[in-house]
């Protein structure tokens, strides 16, 4: 990442790693074939940059007396869906894999994830862009001060 992020830039990496997370979902999903699985495999190391990227945007986004409670809100939320996420999928999964099914589609749950995915690769997409630099954020706090 310290590689790319000069030449490609932040929000990009952050496109390329949602965007190639939402692949590996897709495909996972969908898997047609035994092999399909290894292939989507392959796009989930892409979305190794999903974190950082934000954690770095985030970063730029907020002065510098500001920076532990961006990170603490980025860990909070975090930390939040790792305990939604179980309680909203199991029981979907177990949903989709009983008997009692709206319809037989076995990774339904898989590609509701991919879905929430794609949402997060779109609004990463609109916001490129639209926040301005932490030295003008800075520059604001303490003319604020001074008033």
Request: glycine share 8%.
């Amino acid at each position: 990442m310290p590689i790319l992020a000069p030449i490609v830039g932040e929000e990009m990496l952050l496109i390329i790693g949602l965007l190639g997370g939402c692949t590996h979902v897709f495909l996972y999903g969908i898997a047609w074939s035994y092999w399909v699985p290894y292939f989507a495999a392959a796009f989930i190391i892409l979305s190794s940059f999903v974190h950082p990227s934000i954690r770095t945007n985030v970063s730029k986004s907020v002065g510098s007396n500001e920076q532990g409670i961006a990170q603490g809100c980025i860990s909070g939320i975090s930390s939040f869906a790792s305990i939604l996420a179980p309680l909203v999928f199991t029981p979907l999964t177990a949903w989709f894999l009983s008997e009692t099914k709206p319809f037989d589609f076995k990774g339904f749950s898989i590609m509701v994830a991919g879905f929430c995915t794609l949402i997060a690769f779109v609004i990463s997409t609109r916001m490129r862009g639209e926040r301005c630099g932490a030295s003008e954020k800075v520059s604001i706090v303490q003319h604020e001060q001074a008033c």
